[in-house]
């Protein structure tokens, strides 16, 4: 089999435990021996209070990265901003024109001409093969209730109209996704590969513990529902005052939660961990006896597919979900707990309902390992992507 010089691009904190750094080295773990990939991130998306990158280059695991901006936090100043941007530019387009000749095919993860038009320029210059993958459609964002369209908007919308034109497929993580690119793709160049979870980073938990530590983990978007899980949490505490909320993830642009936090009286029981590192995510789940994904009903999170949905059933700790995108098509009822989206009654009922029937919901959650590694397993999904990269490599 022939071994692939493969480039990898990405936006993001390659420390850090988010969707976007699980799902790349998710993929990566198990080709990482088979293949040689090289990690381009060409800047951070966090800012400088946060510093959870440490350094611009390193290894991880056999596998060297780069942050092509060369500084370890992005910063606030829109003038620095602007040098770190160009900085990305240069350097990853150096980088490019150096290796144009040994790279097989270039990956690169939910791409945009605003972050990375020089990659997708370049590489149709030089005739190097090209693999993009979207998980979200980011310009559905601006659909949301409070959200005001602006000139990233049409940007966005630009993007989304014509990358096809730059790259020879698409990997996409929705059945939406896969409708809205079908026919911007020639000879069916598009494929779906669904969240997927590192079952060696992921273990069930031998022993349950009855902690009545609520979880979550991901981004604090108004996708996310963060405000009912709030409230339903603040409504459960009068008849479980025991009972904790963890929330994992870095919430420093949406202060707004800190405001629901103290306007609820609930500040000494909910923990902000901000953001963490990524060996830390499994621990941070596994003390929890409930874990939460409450996607609201719009346009966005219905592009996309909650990636912490696996990582959750993957620990067999019991889950309640909202049921949006493609979530009933692969797990029912049987496995974890699916309640309508904006429905905060039913979600503190299924609350109370976890701590009532204790057993049962710990049985429900025992049940999906199965499941997890039928549809989500890591090594299928990194197989997936050989197969296609084996597909269009030069």
Known sequence: MKKLNVAVFFIGDFPEGG???????????????????TINILWQDSFSQTKINDKTEGNWEGIPFKFHNHNICRPQSMFFKL????????????????????????????????YGWNILLLS??????????????????????????????FLKKTSEKYIHHFCDAAIVISDKLFSHYQNQFPNNNIYKIPALVDLERFKPISEKI?????????????????????????????????????????????????????????????????????????????????????????????????????????LCIPVIATDVSDISKYISDEYLKLIPAENVDLLINEIINRYTFYELYNDKANKATGKIKLHFSNDTCAQMLENILFKYAK
């Open 19 to 37: 969707a976007t750094v699980s799902r790349i080295k998710g993929y990566l773990q198990p080709l990482k021996n088979k293949h040689r990939f």
């Open 124 to 153: 149709k210059l030089f005739k190097i093969p090209l693999v993009i993958e979207q998980t979200e459609l980011q310009s559905s964002i601006y659909n949301q209730v409070g959200v005001k369209k602006n000139i990233f908007y």
């Open 210 to 314: 009855d902690s009545y530590k609520i979880g979550y983990i991901g981004s604090f978007g108004i996708k996310d529902g963060i405000p009912d899980l709030l409230r339903a949490f603040a409504k459960v505490k009068l008849k479980l005052p025991q009972l904790k909320l963890r929330l994992i993830g870095n919430y420093d642009e949406h202060l707004n939660i800190l405001k629901i936090i103290e306007e609820l009286e609930i500040k000494d029981s909910v923990e902000l961990t901000g953001r963490v590192y990524f060996n830390e995510v499994p621990e941070l789940l596994s003390a929890c006896d409930l874990l939460i994904c409450n996607r609201i009903n719009s346009e966005y999170a219905n592009y996309g597919f909650p990636s912490k949905l696996a990582e959750y059933m993957a």
């Open 83 to 114: 040098v770190d941007s160009f900085k990305a530019f240069l350097n990853s387009s150096i980088y490019i024109l150096k290796n144009r000749k040994e790279i097989n095919i270039i990956y690169f993860y939910n791409p945009e001409f605003i």
